[in-house]
Every structure is written in structure tokens, then in C-alpha cells.
């Protein structure tokens, strides 16, 4: 199976609590994408409006032509989905890094 993740074959690494590089108590997330990540969220909050309101023109009568209604209205609706998605996973790590949370 096909997979982004290199599974870790130095058991040393994973469980040796005497080294530094040690997996055992966790990952930290890297404060260093912290002004990437800011960027990012008020680019999307930013994009959050246009979408809602071509939304609110899809599902509305009289509009928009039944031609470019329905494309219009599924293409808003996967925008939303992945502005809603990434917004999230990036509030999630945000609050990870300033409050220094180690996902173990």
C-alpha cells in the first residue's frame, strides 16, 4: 500500500527516552510555520463571504438561470467544504503552537 508516511525502523528512535530525537513523548508542532499559518487562515476567512454569498444566490429563486445554477451552487458548496475543512485543521494547529500542546 501506497502511503506520504516512512514507517520508522529505528526502534532506538522511537522508544529510547534518552535521546532528543525520541518519538516516545510526542510530536511538537513547528512554531516556525506560525506567520504562514496566520496568513493562511485570514486569506480563507477572507474567501468565507464571496462563498456565502454566491451560496445564498444558488439556493434562491429567480437569480440565477437554471443553466449556471446548479454547477454555480456545487462548486460553492466544495468551496465552503474545504474552506470550512482547512480553517479548522489551521485553528487546530494554531492552538497547538501557542499553547504548546505535543500531540502524542
Known amino acids: 500500500m501506497s502511503s506520504f508516511f516512512k514507517e520508522v525502523t529505528d526502534l532506538e528512535?522511537?522508544?529510547n527516552p534518552k535521546s532528543e530525537d525520541s518519538l516516545k513523548?510526542?510530536?511538537?508542532?513547528?512554531?516556525?510555520?506560525?506567520?504562514n499559518s496566520l496568513i493562511?487562515?485570514?486569506?480563507?476567512?477572507?474567501?468565507?463571504?464571496?462563498?456565502?454569498?454566491?451560496l445564498y444566490m444558488g439556493l434562491r429563486t429567480d437569480l440565477i438561470t437554471s443553466r449556471v445554477k446548479f454547477?454555480?451552487?456545487?462548486?460553492t458548496l466544495a468551496n465552503l467544504f474545504?474552506?470550512?475543512?482547512?480553517?479548522?485543521?489551521?485553528?487546530?494547529?494554531?492552538?497547538?503552537?501557542?499553547?504548546?500542546?505535543?500531540?502524542?
Do not use: D, K, Q, R
Request: net charge negative; charged share 0%; glycine share 8%.
Open 40 to 54: 493562511y487562515t485570514i486569506f480563507y476567512l477572507l474567501a468565507l463571504p464571496p462563498n456565502i454569498c454566491l
Open 71 to 75: 454547477p454555480t451552487l456545487g462548486m
Open 13 to 15: 528512535l522511537l522508544y
Open 82 to 104: 474545504g474552506l470550512v475543512g482547512f480553517l479548522t485543521l489551521n485553528f487546530v494547529y494554531l492552538y497547538a503552537v501557542i499553547t504548546e500542546v505535543c500531540f502524542c
Open 25 to 35: 513523548f510526542g510530536v511538537s508542532a513547528l512554531p516556525g510555520y506560525l506567520p
